[in-house]
């Protein structure tokens, strides 16, 4: 986020020419970004809105300590991306393309010095040659930074087999050497040194004039053996440094690498930790759930068990309710049958005598004699 912040800053800085410490700055931040997630994808996107001047100065500081894999990864997301494919050429791909270009070859780098140029020329080719845009931003951006030592090293390299490339793409770039040369960009060997020496297979671009490398007829013969042996010391030497270099660039990518993976498994076992934690929290919850729910099933057990007593005592007293009842019931009736049998038996004498007005007298007697009783056991009739 400090290296987006960083970025986004300098890009508010809107200057027709950028100063070396915002540059600096700029580079220092992409070279962070490329760390991140996505790192090439942002990278090149930034380049894309960044002055020209910061995409040369950062894949040279880039090329001093990234692999060759991380270095194609950057030059292949530069080039897929959409502004640079579909935007204005003159702002962006020919600037920042042939800035790339520059730097890459410049450190070596042909393989992806050669793919961004490459992407460039298949867009700038037309039925009439290449466009004066291409040709135009070529001369400022590497002709006239005498970086044409470096292109002339790419194109032997890639005709050489050392740049994997397809044999259109090789012609492509012989035909646009040429037509720099047709237009006065580059005009004899004298005005472009190549630093290493073009193999005879190599097909250089017209006007391009090898120099024996024999001495001279004014210069002895021993003065040039020593020059010979001195170069072929100084070549060696530079061999050695580029072996050395290589180490040390592999060193530094384990270095990262290993930083990486730290990191990496540093997040992880905080993530980890995490879920310890949260395991052991849902643990004690769960533990918590269980002691409350066996207190929970010890009253429902001690409930049950009120239960069961008291519907057992309540059948128990109804029991002994509807026996007392009973009981009630058969002395009552023994009571009252008791009561009445002297009525009844006087009945029953009289009920075969003719009606007269005693017995009438009588009867009525006996039946209020008989509702008395009633009312005395508890039998109304209101």
């Known amino acids: 986020m400090d290296a987006i912040k960083t970025l986004e800053d300098v890009l508010a800085k809107k200057a027709k020419n950028m100063s070396n410490e915002n540059r600096k700055r700029a580079v220092g931040a992409l070279l962070a970004l490329f760390g991140e997630d996505n790192g090439a994808k942002q990278v090149a996107e930034y380049l894309i809105k960044l002055h020209y001047s910061v995409c040369q100065s950062f894949f040279e500081e880039f090329c001093l300590s990234a692999s060759d894999e991380n270095i194609i990864a950057i030059a292949e997301a530069l080039v897929n991306d959409e502004q640079f ?54 001369k400022k ?51 472009v040194e190549v630093t290493s020496p073009i193999s005879k297979s190599t097909q250089p671009p017209s006007g391009f004039v090898a120099t024996p490398l024999s001495p001279a007829p004014d210069v002895p013969q021993q003065k040039h053996e020593k020059v010979s042996n001195g170069a072929e010391t100084i070549t060696r030497i530079e061999k050695n440094q580029q072996e050395i270099l290589a180490a040390i660039r592999r060193l530094v990518d384990s270095r990262s690498s290993i930083e990486a993976l730290s990191l990496a498994i540093a997040r992880r076992d905080e993530e980890i930790s995490a879920i310890k934690s949260d395991l052991a929290e849902k643990e004690r919850r769960a533990a918590s759930l269980a002691s409350e729910i066996g207190v929970k099933e010890k009253q429902l057990a001690e409930m049950k068990g009120k239960i069961d007593n008291l519907t057992g005592r309540l059948r128990t007293s109804l029991q002994m309710d509807n ?23 006087d009945f029953a004498k009289s009920k075969e005598n003719p009606y007269s007005e005693d017995l009438f007298e009588a009867y009525r007697s006996t039946l209020a004699r008989i509702f008395k009783l009633l009312k005395r056991f508890g039998i109304t009739c209101q």
């Not at 070859?105 to 042909?110: E, L, Q, R, V």
């Not at 970086?147 to 492509?172: Q, S, Y």
């Not at 009630?328 to 049958?337: C, V």
């Open 85 to 138: 494919k579909k935007g204005k050429t003159n702002n962006i791909m020919y600037p920042k393309g042939l800035s790339a270009v520059l730097a890459l070859a410049s450190k070596g780098k042909y393989q992806a010095s050669f793919l961004v140029l490459s992407r460039i020329l298949s867009q700038s080719e037309k039925a009439g040659g290449f466009s004066d845009g291409c040709v135009n931003n070529f």
């Open 323 to 345: 026996i007392s009842k009973s009981q009630e019931l058969i002395t009552l009736k023994n009571d009252i049958s008791e009561a009445l049998k002297l009525d009844y038996a």
């Open 141 to 191: 951006l590497i002709a006239d930074k005498n970086g044409m030592p470096f292109i002339l090293n790419l194109f032997e390299h890639a005709t050489e087999g050392e740049v994997a490339c397809k044999e259109f793409e090789l012609k492509r770039l012989d035909r646009f050497l040429k037509s720099l040369d047709d237009k006065g960009v580059v005009t004899s060997h004298e005005e």
